[in-house]
């Protein structure tokens, strides 16, 4: 069975630092791309970050240089280290572990809420 759990989302002032995990089991996880996505309420799921299993990363222009997107082999997990905060980065943050367009799994998401 699949398993994708993000866990560190919380409260913070503009400014400050998170750092989201995202921990995936029963995938071959080395094999998988990895996103980070974010939604708001009455908004489409936008994607944050993406790192590709040989490590490349992408970033949504409005994080990037703030974002940090990494991820874990032997732990099976992946990180968005989040600096700079803003209020417009609250959402919810949504995992996701995408293998060439066919195997595609999500997390729960996890609320990330940036106070001004």
């Known amino acids: 069975q699949v398993q994708v759990v993000e866990s560190g989302g919380g409260l913070v002032q503009a400014g400050g630092s998170l750092r989201l995990s995202c921990l995936v089991s029963g995938i071959p996880f080395n094999f998988y791309a990895m996103n980070w996505y974010r939604q708001i309420p009455g908004k489409q799921r936008d994607l944050v970050a993406s790192?590709?299993?040989?490590?490349?990363?992408n970033y949504k222009d409005s994080v990037e240089g703030r974002f940090t997107i990494s991820r874990d082999n032997p732990k099976n997990t992946i990180y968005l280290q989040m600096n700079s905060l803003k209020p417009e980065d609250t959402a919810v943050y949504y995992c996701?572990?995408?293998?060439?367009?066919?195997?595609?799994?999500w997390g729960r998401g996890t609320q990330v809420t940036v106070s001004s």
């Open positions: 790192i590709s299993s040989d490590g490349r990363t």
């Open positions: 996701n572990a995408k293998y060439i367009g066919v195997y595609d799994y």
